[in-house]
Nanobody
């Protein structure tokens, strides 16, 4: 079992920066990719960014160049740095990891971009 806990988030003005972190605990051997997703009410969950065990990153087109995903070498923590935030980035952000094909999710954390 893997447990994930997000932290950070909150309220930020448009154009500002914010980061969210993910702390992983439990059975951390053989973890695969880590990802961040986001969801707004009434819409499907959207993949924002991923980082593979080899460090290769991918981003949704809507956040490319503004967001940066990272994780430490122990795979115990991950981070999503969000810059040049827009109101449309407002969502609940979820940390996700895969292990042997199974998905594990955090509880989500709110990020609100508003003046």
């Amino acid at each position: 079992q893997v447990q994930l806990m997000e932290s950070g988030g909150g309220l930020v003005q448009p154009g500002g920066s914010l980061s969210v972190s993910c702390a992983a605990s439990g059975s951390l051997l053989s973890l695969d990719a880590m990802a961040w997703h986001r969801q707004v009410p009434g819409k499907e969950r959207e993949l924002v960014a991923t980082i593979a065990p080899n460090g290769i990153t991918t981003y949704a087109g809507s956040v490319k160049g503004r967001f940066s995903i990272s994780r430490d070498r122990t795979f115990k923590t991950g981070r999503l740095q969000m810059n040049s935030l827009k109101p449309e980035d407002t969502a609940v952000y979820f940390c996700n990891v895969k292990k042997f094909g199974r998905d594990y999710w955090g509880q989500g954390i709110q990020v609100t971009v508003s003046s």
